[in-house]
Every structure is written in structure tokens, then in C-alpha cells.
Nanobody, 118 residues
Framework: QVQLVESGGGLVQAGGSLRLSCAAS?????????MGWFRQAPGKEREFVAS????????YYIDSVKGRFTISRDNARNTVYLQMNSLKPEDTAVYYC??????????WGQGTQVTVSS
């Protein structure tokens, strides 16, 4: 079984920064076509945040996080990161790491809580 484990969440004041990590077991992440981050705020549906193609490193972000969030990967550590700067209260959510072997998101982590205070 493929297991994705997120870490790095916590409580931060508005304007602060956090870096989330996603580590994998049982499979090398480079075998996935795409890695991504999603988030789910209280009372809302899960939404896509950012993604990165493992080969080539092409990235994509939703408009609300462009210029503030950066997704990256480290082949040697088999890890994907989400650097979050200039955090806003609206960023408060449980953040999930996901992996797509081809065209669908087939593997998910259990999430890490990010809370941004005013």
C-alpha cells in the first residue's frame, strides 16, 4: 500500500509562514505523474491548491495562493513540500497531500491542520 504522510502544520499569526511536507512509503514519488496539495476548511468542500509534475517540475496554483505558496519536490528525500508565506485567516484548513499515477488523484494523506489567526 502507498502511504502519504503530511507534516509541518500548526498555528500561525496572519502574515506568517509555514512549510508543509509530504513523505511517501512503499513507492517512489517519481513514479507518479503529478503530486498535489488540497485543503478543506471547516464547513467547506475540499479544494485543489497546487500541483507539480514530477518529471520537469511544471507547477500550477489556484489564483488565491499565487505569489504566496510554492510547491516543490526533493527526489533524494522522496518528499514534496508546500511553502506557504503571507498566510491569511482564509488559508485555515486541513491540508492534504495527493498523488496521481496518471490522470486521477488515487492516493491521499490523512492531512495536517493549518490555523491562521487574525
Amino acid at each position: 500500500q502507498v502511504q502519504l504522510v503530511e507534516s509541518g502544520g500548526g498555528l500561525v499569526q496572519a502574515g506568517g509562514s509555514l512549510r508543509l511536507s509530504c513523505a511517501a512509503s512503499a513507492r517512489t514519488l517519481s513514479t507518479f505523474a503529478t503530486m498535489g496539495w488540497f485543503r478543506q476548511a471547516p464547513g467547506k468542500e475540499r479544494e485543489f491548491v497546487a500541483s507539480i509534475r514530477w518529471s520537469g517540475g511544471n507547477t500550477y496554483y489556484i489564483d488565491s495562493v499565487k505569489g504566496r505558496f510554492t510547491i516543490s519536490r526533493d527526489n533524494a528525500r522522496n518528499t514534496v513540500y508546500l511553502q506557504m508565506n503571507s498566510l491569511k485567516p482564509e488559508d485555515t484548513a486541513v491540508y492534504y497531500c495527493a498523488a496521481a499515477p496518471n490522470t486521477t488523484w488515487d492516493y491521499w494523506g490523512q492531512g495536517t491542520q493549518v490555523t491562521v489567526s487574525s
